[in-house]
């Protein structure tokens, strides 16, 4: 290859067997060309791929969100409308204690050695309990 005005002159020994590399090289304009159809072809197949997902995919209507798992709370129109913001306060905690008709007074620890004196359906008393 000839050089022009343009390229620098090399620098030192040229590689070996650089004239070899030079003869196979593609001028600058070819590898250019190749290179915007290289970008083109990709281009071409991403919009080919999007386009036909659209034009071949599914034409259902989405559906609305899948429904609430059991027990979950949705408020109404209404109740959204009265629902109020207040800021974060502290307050005194009321400790309650609720029990099934007896108070604690009334209730008895059970001995662990009782409890296989106890069977389903008994309806007899435990050995040395008094009622009251």
Known sequence: MSESQNEPAPVGPAPLNQASIDRRAWP????WRVTVLGVVAVAVHVLAIWLGNRA???????????????????PTAQQLKTLTIAPVGNHAFVSE??????????CRPLHPG???????????????????
């Open 56 to 74: 071949l995919g599914s034409h259902e209507q989405p559906q609305g969100p899948p429904p609430s798992p059991r027990g979950t709370f949705r």
């Open 28 to 31: 600058a304009a070819r590898q």
């Open 114 to 132: 009782l409890l296989p004196l106890l069977r389903a359906g008994d309806a007899g008393e435990l050995p040395g309990s008094e009622t009251r």
């Open 97 to 106: 204690e609720m029990t099934e008709g007896k108070d604690r007074s009334q």
